[in-house]
């Protein structure tokens, strides 16, 4: 039996009627875009690491977060948000005269351990993420319009233009070690302490305190009135 080349079968106008084929080439080469993007964005996700973005402290949950705190206003980054197991803050660079980038730092405190066990409240596990915005200067020309009679209007361009920041790029940071030089920071922070820092996690091998009865409070004595 003969072999038909795709290439004959395809040129054949007996076997596959004319009008079908921009169907036929429009779904092939979707087919072929779509094969080819899906391999370049998520080819590099390995799910091969767990120490990138998460560290482990000897500290609560409101410690952790606002070590983190102070860790990130110390290298200019503008808190958005702060509590005792979120910050969000936010910092600007100009790398090229038309090219602006902005970072998005978020760390998630999260207490390690149930709550009934021995090291509830002394570990906390903290996760940062942190995303780049990059913005790009478009430029664009103003144009006004001119009657002309029967024609009608004709735009002619003038010279002012519209210049505008736009988001070209949005990426996840993924250096490990940009997060290790936060996360060191974060421990020198925890270290170091402060008479305004949380103190909220009390060792729980501390023995406990005999409570002691409170002083009696004494109140002045108006003097008695002479009698005689």
Do not use: W
């Not at 009627?17 to 993007?37: Q, R, V």
């Not at 705190?69 to 290298?75: D, F, I, V």
């Not at 210049?163 to 920071?185: C, G, H, I, N, P």
């Amino acid at each position: 039996m003969p072999q038909t080349s795709s290439a004959a079968f395809f040129a054949s106008p007996a076997r596959v009627p004319a009008f079908l084929f921009p169907g036929l080439l429009s779904a092939l080469l979707l087919a072929g875009c779509g094969s080819f993007g899906t391999r370049q964005t998520y080819e590099p996700e390995d799910f091969d690491s767990t120490t990138t973005h998460t560290r482990n402290y000897a500290a609560s949950e409101a410690q952790t977060c606002e070590a983190a705190r102070r860790a990130l206003l110390s290298q200019g980054y503008m808190v958005t948000a702060a509590n005792a197991d979120l910050v969000t803050a936010r910092k600007s660079f100009q790398p090229a005269a038309e090219t602006h980038v902005e970072v998005e730092f978020r760390v998630v405190c999260a207490r390690e351990g149930g709550a009934g066990s021995a090291s509830a409240g002394r570990s906390t596990v903290a996760f940062a993420t942190a995303l780049q915005d990059r913005y790009g200067l478009k430029k664009g020309s103003n144009s006004a319009s001119l009657g002309v009679g029967a024609i009608g209007s004709l735009s002619l361009p003038f010279g002012g233009s519209n210049e505008a920041m736009v988001k070209v790029a949005s990426q996840t940071l993924t250096d490990e070690r940009f997060y290790d030089r936060f996360f060191t920071l974060v421990e020198r922070f925890l270290q170091g302490g402060g008479p305004d820092m949380p103190a909220d996690a009390a060792p729980a091998d501390d023995a406990p305190k005999p409570a002691t009865r409170p002083a009696a409070t004494t109140f002045p004595v108006a003097p008695s009135p002479n009698r005689g």
